[in-house]
């Protein structure tokens, strides 16, 4: 098989220059970033050559992600036990290879579900509070109630489907995967949002799209006021009405790519209007914002 | 007009990046001597129908309908060179010269997909060493 060479810029040492997994664990965590080379000095004018030959092995998830198995399903039941215990308990259950977890008695507990780095069916029989499912990289996630604020912040990857309403702040920060909400969402919907797919089966709030730099947000319904304000790339695609757009937010024209791919992600969540996507608007960033400095006293007059 | 010529970021051909590593198209850009923007269309959907076996079997593997995160993976241009950007890294990994370009971007970004699934699946990778340093529990 040939031989792959990748690099890497600005990294600052051989990984394969590492050490043994006892050797690591007789160290301290300064001892062992010195050792890596992660000491910010050494950073500098420094580049890494990592290779490795695409054939070697075909791994499908994260080296360090635990095995799970999809069809080896139980239940949690969250009922008196502390935020911490149930994501606590949801790793445990991952460690001992249950692929899929039903949580019940949720009865809006806040942040629970974060962080989970690795495949795996949860489902959530109930609502849950502010900041659920945070920062999770690959899990299937299904929540038959309501979310608060800030469901599936800084999402990397995997899917999150809400079957009723969702706070503000849906999916803020958001990198990577698809959340969709069945129902309506509050304001700011995809604040900042850096990549993945939000998708809202019904309305969505004022300041949707609010500072967006890449990603897909599809709205079947109305939305609010300031659609996309200030946003610097991304596209957002609406099938209602939008109350008024944000400053920079344009409309596009929609391509035959870009219906194809629409119908084919609301299909996916049974979310396709019977009339199908050619009534929905295409909007993007003007890109009047980009580059914003104080060489360009113009431009600020014109925004401003 | 104020702003729009500041843009610079327009793909008028697939190896723009390839042919010109400065990529230095707006008078901006000139002044500053710095490209502005993405040396890709971030905005382009993919086309499911130029999906790779390997792709088909990740996606699978992972209970998705999709491409999911990969959907926002493109091939980009560093120094003149293909590579894909990795976020677990912040850096790019450069597509080895031996990898025949397609023509066509839609092509490229599958090439893109499944060489950063295999780098980052690879216990070579750096988070993996990263974790051990670091890593909470």
Redesign the interface.
């Known amino acids: 098989m040939e031989s792959m060479s990748v690099m890497a810029s600005d990294m600052g040492y051989d990984p394969r220059a590492g050490k043994t997994r006892d050797e690591i664990e007789g160290t301290t965590q300064e001892d062992r970033a010195r050792d890596l080379g992660m000491m910010s000095e050494q950073l500098k004018n420094r580049s890494m050559e990592v290779f490795f030959e695409v054939g070697e092995e075909e791994n499908l998830i994260y080296p360090y992600a635990d095995k799970v198995d999809f069809n080896k399903r139980t239940e949690l039941d969250c009922e008196g036990k502390p935020t911490t215990q149930v994501n606590k308990d949801i790793r445990a259950l991952m460690e001992e290879g249950y692929g899929t977890i039903v949580l019940k008695n949720p009865r809006g507990m806040h942040s629970v579900g974060v962080g989970i780095l690795n495949k795996l069916n949860l489902i959530i029989e109930g609502s849950i509070g502010y900041f659920g499912v945070g920062l999770i990289d690959g899990p299937n996630v299904r929540i038959k109630g309501r979310v608060g604020w800030s469901c599936a912040e800084n999402m990397m990857s995997g899917t999150v489907l809400i079957e009723k309403n969702a706070g503000s702040t849906f999916g803020a920060a958001m990198r990577g995967g698809d959340l969709v909400c069945r129902g309506s969402v509050g304001s700011r919907t995809g604040i900042d949002q850096k990549g993945g797919t939000i998708i809202v089966g019904g309305d969505t709030g004022a300041f949707s799209g609010f500072m967006m730099q890449r990603g897909r947000m599809i709205v079947c319904g109305n939305a609010g006021k300031n659609l996309g304000d200030s946003m610097y790339d991304g596209t957002i695609y609406v099938g209602g009405e939008v109350q008024d757009y944000g400053v920079d937010a344009v409309q596009a024209e929609m391509t035959d790519l870009d219906k194809a791919w629409l119908t084919r992600k609301l299909t996916q969540y049974d979310l396709l209007p019977e009339k199908g996507v050619d009534h929905f608007t295409k909007i993007v960033a003007g890109k009047m914002l980009w580059n914003y400095d104080n060489l360009e006293p113009n431009e600020k007059k014109l925004i401003l | ?4 010529q ?2 610079g ?1 327009e793909i008028l051909d697939v190896d723009q990046f390839l042919k010109d590593k400065d990529g230095l198209a707006s008078e ?1 850009e000139k002044e500053i001597g710095q490209h ?3 040396r890709y269309d ?7 129908t130029r999906m790779t076996p ?1 792709l088909t ?2 996606v699978e ?6 491409l ?2 990969l ?2 993976v493109h091939m980009g241009y560093e120094e003149g060179k293909p590579a894909v950007f ?2 677990n ?6 597509v ?1 010269d ?1 990898i025949a370009l397609p023509d066509n971007q839609q092509d490229r970004d599958m090439i893109a997909r499944e ?1 950063l ?18 890593r909470k ?1």
């Not at chain 2, 007009?1 to 729009?4: D, S």
């Not at chain 2, 971030?42 to 499911?48: A, F, Q, S, T």
């Not at chain 2, 216990?123 to 974790?131: A, K, T, Y």
């Open positions: 007009m104020a702003g729009t500041y843009r970021s901006r502005i923007g993405y971030v905005n382009l959907v993919p086309d499911y390997f079997k990740y593997e992972m209970g998705w309908d999709d999911n995160w959907e926002d990795d976020r890294i912040n850096g790019w990994v450069r080895p031996s060489l699934i295999k780098f980052q699946m690879s216990d070579r990778h750096p988070l993996v060493q990263l974790r051990e340093a670091y529990y």
